[in-house]
């Protein structure tokens, strides 16, 4: 496309008004306008980003091309479709709708018109999962805590939808299996939701992914461990680095004496495990705002017909796995 990509941003609270500033930065980019139900928020936004100011979505149509939706989950199926069905392009902030089957509706509108949906797991730009996927990792084992003190924000939605779903998405990329079975325990502690959950997804070729999810934490933690037959990775997304452990091609059961290990002091059981039969690599990953990478992938998808990173392919899988960790947890009476 030759001219500039004519988006808008809808919805402009906490992550809205982020997507606008982003936006209004971008090569190749107008940001024409945003629309908030609280007028003088968008008009606030709008004035600092040099963008026209609305209350209502729909006097966006006809004049974008492509839109961020980040309003509350229970409105994102409704005022998505409503884009979609005008053929203006879509990224829908995560979870993608309130709902399996809102998310199904979200896909149909998009097929339909043919316009593009992109889902804001924005983890998958991070430049800690950017770089694990450059290696060739088969995990067998993953465990992965997000935690974060109570922020009152998304209570329309209960921490699976608010939180864990980020790192349900991520845990369906890693792993190769089919996922087979999801055993899952929550409470309910300062409202009708679940503000902590625990989930176990176990899928067909063995692998494990033990998930933690709380956002009545007294401090933030984002951490994920993959374990694989041949390596072990710490990653930790609020530092943006990580370690990885890999056995090195002088490694075999035979070489690795365990009474020869016994006799060395501690300084020479690290050499010999680290110079003999382990490498032990720390990432210290370049800085960089995921947003501006997951807005910008937007932009070239619709600019360039390509295929969102995050499609609604994805988004519908990580739903439908939510909505079968929900499921096990209604399923223990003491819940409710």
């Known amino acids: 496309m030759n001219e500039a990509l004519r988006v808008g941003v809808v919805g402009v609270g906490h ?18 306008g945003v629309a908030d139900i609280d007028g003088g928020r968008a008009r606030a936004v709008g004035g600092e980003y040099a963008a026209d100011a609305f209350s209502s979505h729909r006097d966006l149509f006809g004049k974008v091309d492509a839109v961020s939706v980040a309003v509350p989950t229970r409105s994102h199926a409704s005022v998505a479709c409503d884009f979609l069905k005008q053929g203006v392009a879509v990224l829908v902030e995560k979870p993608m709708a ?44 993953l465990e992965v805590h997000r935690l974060s003190p109570f922020s009152f924000r998304s209570l329309d939605v209960g921490v699976v939808l608010d939180m864990m779903i980020h790192d349900i998405d991520l845990v369906l990329q890693l792993a190769r ?29 063995g692998c494990v992914a033990n998930l933690t999810a709380s956002r ?27 370690v990885i452990i890999e056995k090195s091609p002088k490694f075999s059961p035979e070489a690795f004496d365990i009474e020869k290990m016994k006799r060395l002091s501690t300084d020479e059981l690290k050499e010999v495990m680290l110079d003999g039969f382990f490498s032990v690599r720390e990432m210290k990953l370049d800085e960089g705002e995921p947003l501006t990478a997951e807005l910008q992938s ?28 929900l499921a096990s947890v209604d399923s223990h009476d003491w819940y409710r």
């Open 15 to 32: 992550f809205g008004r982020h997507h606008a500033r982003v936006f209004s930065k971008l090569d190749g980019v107008k940001l024409v």
């Open 98 to 141: 309130a709902t399996l089957a809102e998310a199904l509706g979200m896909q149909a509108a998009a097929e339909e018109s043919g316009a593009k949906l992109q889902v804001g797991h924005i983890m998958r730009f991070s430049p800690v999962v950017m770089a694990m996927r450059e290696m060739d990792v088969e995990p067998k084992f």
């Open 177 to 205: 299996g089919r996922l087979e079975k999801i055993d899952a325990v929550a409470f309910a502690l300062l409202g009708p939701t679940e503000d902590i959950c625990n989930a176990r997804m176990a899928f067909d070729d």
């Open 298 to 325: 937007f932009v070239d998808c619709v600019s360039n017909g390509r295929e969102p990173l995050v499609s609604g392919e994805d988004g519908i899988r990580s739903m439908e796995a939510a909505e079968k960790i």
């Open 216 to 242: 009545v934490a007294l401090k933030t933690m984002r951490k994920v461990r993959i374990f694989s037959e041949n390596s072990y990775i710490s990653m930790d997304f609020v530092q943006e680095n990580g």
